[in-house]
């Protein structure tokens, strides 16, 4: 009854589909998902065979990462694009279900024994007005699927910071370094075991390097990253 006062519709055109939080096959074919060869460090595809190895980017070789390894589920680029928006500004909080569900697939590579899982942090400013964090819907998707300890107040924003939209990767670093740090009452749930960061959009990685810093400082045994997509050509 349900199902027929309120079908289904595709999370990212409004088409009918037959399950709830799905997508058609229109969009299901334009979703810009990341499969083949990756950056083992910040998920970005790359061109050439498998071949059991490390695989890195340029950016990733010329600045090497803090954290182990990290995975992108997209590219953030037409659909991808749309939804990450739609998530991030247009309260389509329901985006996050389906996510979660790519972000696990993404996830497998980098799941370790005891694992606990965090978003990236809002400030406390911003969060009242956006009124929900979408790193933090993302996040405990991803640990609901994957079975894990979920930590969203794990890291903290220690003061406001400006937009990063259209900054450099050298700006984005000087603008985020010393903005983040690890709760001080969760340090204890860290202590020695690996960290998955989630977020959103990586861009130049700069604020996924200050949250992993953070829990490094903070005891974590080692910090992997999650993105839901990923920005191919870093500015």
């Known amino acids: 009854m349900l199902h027929t006062l309120y079908p289904p519709s595709c999370v990212s055109c409004g088409e009918l589909v037959e399950s709830e939080f799905g997508l ?14 990756v950056c ?33 589920a997209m590219l953030y680029s037409g659909t991808g694009r749309k939804m990450v928006l739609g998530l991030k500004h247009g309260d389509r909080q329901d985006i996050a279900r389906p996510a979660g569900q790519w972000l696990a697939q993404a996830a497998k590579p980098l799941i370790q024994p005891d694992m606990v899982i965090a978003p990236v942090p809002l400030h406390r400013f911003r969060l009242l007005r956006r009124r929900y964090n979408q790193s933090a819907l993302l996040s405990r998707a991803v640990a609901t699927r994957l079975n894990l300890t979920h930590c969203p107040d794990l890291l903290v924003r220690t003061r406001q910071t400006p937009s990063l939209d259209r900054r450099t990767r050298e ?12 709760h001080p009452g969760r ?17 130049s990685g700069a604020t996924l390097e200050a949250c992993s810093t953070a829990c490094l400082v903070g005891g974590a045994s080692d910090v992997f990253v999650l993105v839901l997509a990923r920005v191919a050509n870093d500015p």
């Open 24 to 37: 058609c096959g229109h969009c299901w074919r334009d979703m810009p998902f990341i499969s083949g060869p």
């Open 40 to 72: 083992d460090s910040c998920g970005v595809p790359l061109p050439g065979p498998v071949d059991g190895h490390r695989l890195e980017c340029d950016a990733c070789m010329q600045t090497p990462r803090s954290w182990r390894m990290g995975r992108a």
């Open 171 to 182: 700006e984005r670093t000087e603008i985020l370094s010393g903005a983040i740090a690890v």
């Open 187 to 203: 340090t204890g749930q860290i202590k020695d075991r690996p960290v998955l960061i989630v977020d959103d959009v990586m861009t």
